[in-house]
């Protein structure tokens, strides 16, 4: 059975755009250097043309990547998610009871987990217990720094898909 990827319908287009942009811009723009970097001659002193075809295999391995995660993608419209629980796509309001501080999180995939913009992935030690959790409920985490509590304070969509 194939796994499924799950994603927003943001982060699907995110992912969709830098495929066409690696296919369609940057794949062509390291061939064109590797061609250059070969007409200056003597190949294994020629740091150009090796710095371009380590650039040439990221950019294939990314597409590969892409093409993988997109064709295994579950796409999940975020504002229309059940907000009983704690699910992909939920926006959860968390009371850390050791600061007292109040955090928010929107639970997303891998590829869309920014903590700077809000987001974390589902499949991080945090996303991993806060999924199913109700308001009210606490969730216990062990992260690097040690383990850390918080209450479930606030369940909501999220604004945007």
Not at 35 to 41: F, L, Q, T, V
Not at 90 to 114: F, I, K, N, P, R
């Amino acid at each position: 059975m194939v796994e499924r990827v799950p994603m927003s319908k943001t982060g699907h287009l995110k992912l969709k755009e830098e495929l066409n942009t690696l296919e369609r811009v940057e794949r062509h723009v390291v061939v064109k250097a590797i061609e250059i970097a070969r007409a200056h001659g003597d190949l294994k002193e020629n740091a150009e043309y090796h710095a371009a075809k380590e650039r040439q295999g990221m950019i294939e391995a990314r597409i590969r990547d892409l093409k993988d995660k997109l064709g295994r993608a579950e796409v999940i419209d975020c504002v229309m998610v059940d907000c009983s629980r704690a699910v992909f796509g939920t926006v959860v309001e968390l009371l850390d009871m050791d600061t007292d501080e109040e955090v928010s999180y929107q639970l997303l995939g891998a590829e869309e987990a920014d903590v700077k913009k809000g987001s974390i992935s589902v499949f991080s030690p945090l996303g991993k217990s806060i999924l199913g959790k109700e308001v009210g409920d606490d969730v216990v985490t062990n992260t690097p720094g040690g383990t850390r509590e918080f209450e479930v304070i606030a369940i909501t969509p999220s604004n945007f898909n």
